[in-house]
């Protein structure tokens, strides 16, 4: 089984409000256990494990939901979304917590069959999906091209490229997604100059500005910005009707409507069970040290191995839950909650806008669509 629908990304634009949401919907068959799968963000992982294995792995229990006998798809959050060291927010249940995730997973059967009968024929008519924020990266769309038919529906959700740069950057800051020495200055000076002193020490430097598209993951704050260039490396192998352009303003604004609207592009049926608004913004976290960000992002990295590419929170749920009340302890000891609120400043602002100005012009060519008025403000 394999997706009809993918929201493509991008970060810090709205994905996980439109993962909870499309969670409440009957209709919907999202990736099992897993919000945002790692497999096309790592070319090596593709390549080695292969597309069946893809289908397995995050659509295996397809079939069974679809004759009833089990829910959609059950869930285990990112470990980079603790979202509070495990707190759910309102709007979820408690199913969505690790450990019941982990639990529900011992009552289905391991290898559901490839073999998947039409989804109406079935006690429910299920779509399945994948809503990942993280597809933005390199080679992304050329493996997801020819993985996926041309009819795959694909959503594409943006913001204000310098709001979602600035919101990116504090919430990767505590989790080891950028340099040392950005953490250090920020921990000295505060996010709003620390953000500023980051931003210049890239565009500012031609050769780190040459590079934030071919290593978009090292310069993620920024590469995932440049929804232009995204946008037509897709373009190459899905037709433009098959694509929806959704603005993170607009969502924010009338998020119930819009989500109709996407749910009608993917061919998706309504669920009166469904409640808006829902509001599902991660945590921010603040580290302690220059140097506890990279002792996360070792245990992320072990995460990722372990229980999204390897299984074990299915087959060896104690293990799973250790392994995450320890890095919820160490959560707890290497960062604190970041409640601050400082604003950006205008010189960084208008760096920013500088250097989207062009995506920017070329997103409402390719859309169709005129931006926010919000997009490239001053103040």
Not at 212 to 239: D, L, V, W
Request: with cysteine.
């Amino acid at each position: 089984m394999e997706p009809s629908f993918i929201c493509i990304g991008f970060q810090k634009c709205g994905t996980t409000s439109l993962y909870d949401l499309l969670k409440k919907n009957r209709n919907v068959y999202l990736t099992e256990d897993v919000k945002e799968p790692m497999f096309y963000r790592v070319p090596f992982m593709r390549w080695f494990l292969g597309r069946k294995w893809y289908c397995h792995r995050y659509f295996g229990h397809y079939v069974e939901a679809v004759l009833g006998k089990t829910d959609s798809a059950c869930e285990v959050g990112l470990i980079t979304g603790r979202r509070g060291h495990g707190e759910q927010p309102a709007e979820q249940t408690a199913s969505t917590a690790p450990q019941a995730a982990a639990e529900a997973h011992q009552t289905f059967p391991a290898g559901a069959s490839e073999s998947i009968p039409h989804a109406g024929t079935g006690r429910h008519r299920l779509i399945a999906g994948e809503v990942n924020a993280g597809l933005g990266y390199r080679n992304c769309a050329k493996w997801i091209g020819k993985d996926f038919a041309p009819n795959t529906r694909l959503i594409f959700m943006m913001r204000d490229p310098a709001d979602r740069c600035y919101s990116a950057y504090k919430y990767f800051l505590a989790l080891g997604f950028l340099p040392v020495s950005a953490v250090a200055y920020d921990l000295k000076h505060g996010h709003a100059e620390g953000f500023d002193h980051y931003v210049r020490s890239v565009l500012c430097n031609q050769n780190r500005r040459r590079e934030i598209m071919k290593k978009r993951f090292k310069y993620m704050c920024f590469s995932q910005g440049n929804y232009a260039t995204i946008i037509k490396e897709y373009r190459r192998y899905f037709p433009r009707a098959n694509m929806k352009f959704v603005f993170f303003e607009d969502f924010v604004s009338d998020q119930e409507a819009v989500t109709k609207d996407i749910m009608r592009f993917c061919g998706i049926e309504e669920d009166e069970n469904m409640v808006f608004p829902v509001k599902s913004n991660e945590t921010n976290f603040r580290a302690i040290a220059a140097l506890s960000p990279k002792f996360l992002q070792f245990m992320q990295a072990l995460y990722y191995l372990f229980f999204e590419f390897l299984s074990l929170g299915r087959r060896c749920p104690g293990f799973f839950n250790g392994f995450m009340s320890f890095y919820d302890w160490s959560m707890d000891h290497f960062t604190r909650p970041d409640t601050g609120n400082e604003k950006m400043l205008p010189g960084t602002r208008k760096l920013l806008n500088r250097y989207y100005r062009r995506q920017i012009e070329q997103v409402e060519i390719l859309t169709g669509q005129q931006v926010p008025k919000r997009w490239a403000r001053t103040e």
